[in-house]
Structure formats: structure tokens, C-alpha cells
T-cell receptor, first 113, second 114 residues
């Protein structure tokens, strides 16, 4: 079982729709949960990160973590064509010797005008 | 510079050739990471440096892969005797402090082995 599983998509929605992107993870020791956006032929760009459980909001984006079910989500409100990209969830232990991110496989999102 | 810079952006190598990929992290960033991203997949960890010290190389897939950061700034990822399965995008990321909560990625080097 992979440490992070991400709904593969691809996902295609009309402009203005609410988008829900989801991941599950297996190791309860992870403490930081990130969402990256990656445009075609570019490097990943950090959108937001959450420590432990709860919600975090930044403009049209909301990240949600449920540590009891090991489930992380990103919601995009009022989606725009410029949101079309691949979204990657990532987890980070926050303690111990490991320093790297573990990524999901990404969900490709297309927002149609 | 303003961001993480990687060169070359694209590299085509014949099978068996050696390649060297360069990463210029953001100035002053202590931590530097290399990731490999296959088509349609998320990045996978290769190796981690804190300043010039390579603290974790557990993700390097074989002894053909070698990375260095001799002066604690620029890093080079070298792949010897390239194989077709090495074809991927190689991403470099840096962060200001230890750890990786706010890592900045470069645009990557797309390696194609023919």
C-alpha cells in the first residue's frame, strides 16, 4: 500500500463549480499536510499546508484534514480556467530523521470556460 | 536568484551516456532536495542535503545515481550509464531551514533516454 493515495482523476468541471480533491494516507505519524499545484511543464508550487487536523482557508481554497480517518481534502470555490493544473497532495512527518515530502500521484483538473 | 533554477531544462541522452543535472537553490536556503517525477505520477524523493552534508540518499534508485553539493549551495545530480527507465523529470527543491514545510521547487530537467 502506498503511503499516500490520491483520487486520480482527471477531473473536468465548468467554470464557477466547486471542486473537491481528495487523498488518504496510511501513517498516523504524519503531521503536516500540503497541497501543491503544478502547471504543465512547471515545478510544483505550494498552495497551502495544514498542521494536524482542521480546516485552513486561503481565498477560494480550503484545505481540510481529518486525522481520525487519515483523509485530506482541498476544496476550490468558484473555480476558474486558470485553476486548470495538476494538484498534488503531500505529507510530511514533522519529526524524526525523514525530511522529505511524500506525494500523491496527482489529480489533473480542467476548468472549462 | 528569485527562485530555484535548474539546468538544462531538457536533456536527451543516448542509453549508456552519463548526464549531469544542475540545481541553483534560492540563496541562503539550507535544505536541498532532489525528486524524480515520472509521467503522470507525483514526485518521488531521491536525496536530501543540509548545507553540504548529504543526510539522506535512501531514494536513489541505484548506484548509478550520485548527488553532491560541495559548497552548500549549487547541487549536481549525476546519472551514469543512463537507462531508458531513467527518463523522467528531475526536480530540485530548497527550503530556508531544516525540513520541508515550505519548499520551493525549480521547473525541473526533463531527461529522455533514447
Amino acid at each position: 500500500q502506498k503511503e499516500v493515495e490520491q483520487d486520480p482523476g482527471p477531473l473536468s468541471v465548468p467554470e464557477g463549480a466547486i471542486v473537491s480533491l481528495n487523498c488518504t494516507y496510511s501513517n498516523s505519524a504524519f503531521q503536516y499536510f500540503m497541497w501543491y499545484r503544478q502547471y504543465s511543464r512547471k515545478g510544483p508550487e505550494l498552495l497551502m499546508y495544514t498542521y494536524s487536523s482542521g480546516n485552513k482557508e486561503d481565498g477560494r481554497f480550503t484545505a481540510q484534514v481529518d486525522k481520525s480517518s487519515k483523509y485530506i481534502s482541498l476544496f476550490i470555490r468558484d473555480s476558474q480556467p486558470s485553476d486548470s493544473a495538476t494538484y498534488l497532495c503531500a505529507i510530511y512527518p514533522g519529526s524524526g530523521s525523514a525530511r522529505q515530502l511524500t506525494f500523491g500521484s496527482g489529480t489533473q483538473l480542467t476548468v472549462l470556460p | 536568484g528569485a527562485g530555484v533554477s535548474q539546468s538544462p531544462r531538457y536533456k536527451v541522452a543516448k542509453r549508456g551516456q552519463d548526464v549531469a543535472l544542475r540545481c541553483d537553490p534560492i540563496s541562503g536556503h539550507v535544505s536541498l532536495f532532489w525528486y524524480q517525477q515520472a509521467l503522470g505520477q507525483g514526485p518521488e524523493f531521491l536525496t536530501y542535503f543540509q548545507n553540504e552534508a548529504q543526510l539522506d540518499k535512501s531514494g536513489l534508485p541505484s548506484d548509478r545515481f550520485f548527488a553532491e553539493r560541495p559548497e552548500g549551495s549549487v547541487s549536481t545530480l549525476k546519472i551514469q550509464r543512463t537507462q531508458q527507465e531513467d527518463s523522467a523529470v528531475y526536480l530540485c527543491a530548497s527550503s530556508l531551514v531544516q525540513g520541508n514545510t515550505e519548499a520551493f521547487f525549480g521547473q525541473g530537467t526533463r531527461l529522455t533516454v533514447v
